[in-house]
């Protein structure tokens, strides 16, 4: 079916650890857009991307890092994982007029 | 900058009560509003958006939105809630215009709790 998936939907992993998120969509949009929602903040963006190799921060940006080296995949990397970065991350992209949002990935850090 | 406020983190409604979540909005641009539901452990779904026109917006599930600029307010309004409404909202902005890219800046979530 079409849509957004992310993996792994779970994850725990130990302080200092590199992980990766992965999100793949298969309408093709151009932009996507990493958030994480954390109680009490909402969804705060951290990274988007208007096109393959074309990214850029969004408000909460440090720690993380992304690529997008094809049009359908947008991975997530903490280089270093700290607790603080425990959270529920959600992979969007941007149909005509609206974001559209995977299931998202909880990751627990400890 | 722009930012969104949810006035209510909290709200505890009947079975087919109605319902109002508040959201105020500040920026300094146009801007394109939209509500999302997040039902528990899911993702956000749009419920619906206002990007221009008509000032009333309806949307999925019965719900509606009244954009006031004067006000700078977008709050959902359903005349009768069920059970299955019990969830997560989010209010969110985006700049309009042609350097749109679309990053939403979102309001704190308001859970909405209908109780039989």
């Known amino acids: ?110 | 900058a722009q930012s969104v406020t949810q006035l209510d983190s909290q709200v505890p409604v009947f079975e087919e009560a109605p319902v109002e979540l508040r959201c105020n909005y500040s920026s300094s641009v146009s801007v394109y509003l939209f509500w999302y539901v997040q039902y528990p452990n899911q993702g956000l779904q749009l419920l619906l958006k206002y990007l221009s026109g008509s000032t009333l917006v309806k949307g999925i599930n019965g719900f509606e939105a009244e954009f006031n600029k004067s006000q700078t307010s977008f709050h959902l309004r359903k005349p009768s809630v069920h059970i299955s409404d019990t969830a997560e909202y989010f209010c969110a902005v985006s700049s309009s215009g042609s350097s749109n890219t679309g990053k939403l800046i979102f309001g704190q979530g308001t859970t909405l709790q209908v109780k039989p």
């Open chain 1, 1 to 110: 079916d079409a849509g957004i998936t992310q993996s792994p939907r779970y994850k725990i992993t130990e302080t200092g650890r590199q992980v990766t998120l992965m999100c793949h969509q298969t309408w093709s949009h151009s932009y996507m857009f990493w958030y994480r929602q954390d109680l009490g903040h909402g969804l705060r963006l951290i990274y988007y991307s208007a096109a393959a190799d074309i990214t850029d921060k969004g408000e909460v940006p440090d720690g993380y890092v992304v690529s997008r080296s094809k049009t359908e995949n947008f991975p997530l990397t903490l280089e270093s994982a700290t607790r603080s970065q425990t959270s529920v991350y959600f992979c969007a992209s941007r149909t005509s007029s609206a974001l559209h949002f995977g299931n998202g990935t909880r990751l627990t850090v400890t």
